[in-house]
């Protein structure tokens, strides 16, 4: 699969580059990333190389994850990334940590979910979101793009490590269920 562009009223998604390779270092080396996420830690500047030289080209061609660089224009500076793993349909992404709280990645997240259940990648009918438990920040962009929480029998998700730990699940259909806003109501205060 060829990457795909995706623009939003104030976003451009497009394939992320070597030329982002400092900012991606930079932004991986939040604190948060070591809890939240499973990039790897402490993040350098070869993990970077190695992630958008290897993984992304790669896992674009064989359609494996499809990742897009957030950015307000064509050429502008990367803001965070995006991705879709497309066997599981599962969506995932961070964002630097200065574009945070303007609802960036919200805007993103439903821009993909869109591309995805229109038949980005075929036969979708479901795109699935998961994060540790406490990942508020992640929480609120699912919530905002339309994603209602679920309860699975292992609501887990995996570590660096191999292991486990308790997650948040969420699951977004073509139509945003009518139940989804008040499904985070036990996790999340009511959006204003």
């Known amino acids: 699969m060829r990457p795909v562009a ?6 451009l998604l497009d394939a992320p580059q070597w030329a982002d390779a400092e900012l991606v270092t930079r932004y ?21 190389d190695e992630f958008l030289g290897r993984f992304v080209p790669e896992a674009w061609a064989t359609g ?11 050429g502008g500076a990367i803001l965070g990334v995006i991705s879709v793993r497309s066997t599981e349909c599962e969506l995932g992404f961070w964002l630097g940590a200065e574009h945070r709280g303007a609802g960036i990645m919200s805007e993103a997240a439903s821009a993909v979910c869109e591309w995805v259940l229109d038949g980005g990648i075929p036969g979708a009918s479901a795109v699935r979101w998961r994060a ?3 990942n508020v920040a992640s929480a609120r962009v699912a919530r905002a793009a339309g994603f209602r929480r679920i309860h ?4 887990t998700v995996p570590t660096r490590d191999g292991g486990t730990l308790p997650a948040w699940h969420a699951i977004r259909h073509p139509t945003v269920a009518a139940d989804a806003a008040a499904s985070w109501d036990d996790v999340l205060e009511s959006p204003r």
Do not use: N
């Open 6 to 11: 995706l623009r939003t009223d104030r976003l």
């Open 28 to 48: 991986c080396q939040d604190p948060l990333f070591e809890r939240y996420l499973t990039t790897p830690w402490p993040y350098t500047r070869a993990d970077a």
């Open 64 to 74: 494996a994850e499809l990742t897009w660089a957030i950015r307000r224009s064509t």
């Open 132 to 134: 540790v438990e406490g």
């Open 152 to 155: 699975p029998v292992e609501p």
